[in-house]
């Protein structure tokens, strides 16, 4: 029987080559795949507790009006509507503006992938530099 010889040369260094940077790209994409789920159930959750929490906020709203229309019925019933509609629209653009600057400043996504990229580009000028020696 005879052993198996060990193929070297030019092409099989350069195949061997690309196979790893082959396996490194297919991990990388996994990673920045991965990230992309978390960020879409992270924005479906936030999406539907904040659906939730207005849905609340505006039974909330409407019944702590009517109480207070109701508790000033006798005398002061226009002003206690007035004040309630000016509460009730302050609030709305003091969380409209709220609202519109955290839309504007975007999250740092892919942080794990940009952070493996400057590994893998660090680690490849240090090979780099081994090599020129």
Known sequence: MSDPVKESGLFNSLRGL????????????????TEVEFEKRRLFDGVLLGAIGLLFLGVGIVLFCGFVILLFWDGYRLAAVGVMALLCL?????????????????????NASMAELERDQAGLQASGRHEQR
């Open 18 to 33: 690309l196979s790893t940077a082959l396996e490194i790209v297919q991990v990388r994409l996994d990673l920045l795949g």
């Open 90 to 110: 302050a609030g709305g653009f003091v969380l409209m503006g709220d609202a519109r600057r955290r839309l504007r400043n975007p999250s740092a996504i892919f």
